[in-house]
């Protein structure tokens, strides 16, 4: 399995020591209770939760320590993506904060907006986030 680092992504202010659970609703789609709490060893992937999570607060990414076992985050591993190309992973421990990326650059606006584009899409069409 991957040994990191792993990053979260989000717009929460966090502190060091803090935990992140599952349970909270998801940012994503009808916002669902999700059953996991997300990570990943890319930085990229770190940032683009940090830029579309929900909030009006800055985006923020997080180095975070996994308290328990973690899987592939089957949302980004099906067929479109054989094996894990972004090390996206999810769990259904808690993950501990134990950084912060301060000096990270996001993507460009035509980046953001197409992204965006293709998410509201998704949701048209009653696509969701696999939470199970």
Do not use: C
Request: proline fraction near 6%.
């Amino acid at each position: 399995m991957d040994s990191g680092p792993f990053y979260h992504g989000t717009k929460a202010d966090l502190k060091l020591g803090d935990l992140l659970e599952p349970s909270h609703s998801s940012n994503y789609g009808e916002r669902k209770k999700a059953n996991y709490v997300y990570l990943t060893a890319t930085l990229d992937a770190a940032i683009w939760g940090a830029e579309l999570s929900l909030g009006d607060e800055p985006g923020r990414i997080y180095l975070v320590e996994p308290t328990g076992t973690i899987e592939d985050d089957p949302n980004l591993t099906d067929k479109k993506f054989p094996g894990n190309p972004t090390r996206s992973y999810r769990t259904r421990q808690p993950l501990r904060v134990v950084g912060e990326v301060l000096d990270w650059e996001g993507h460009s606006q035509e980046q953001l907006k197409k992204m965006r584009d293709h998410l509201d899409e998704l949701k048209r069409l009653g696509i969701e986030a696999i939470n199970e």
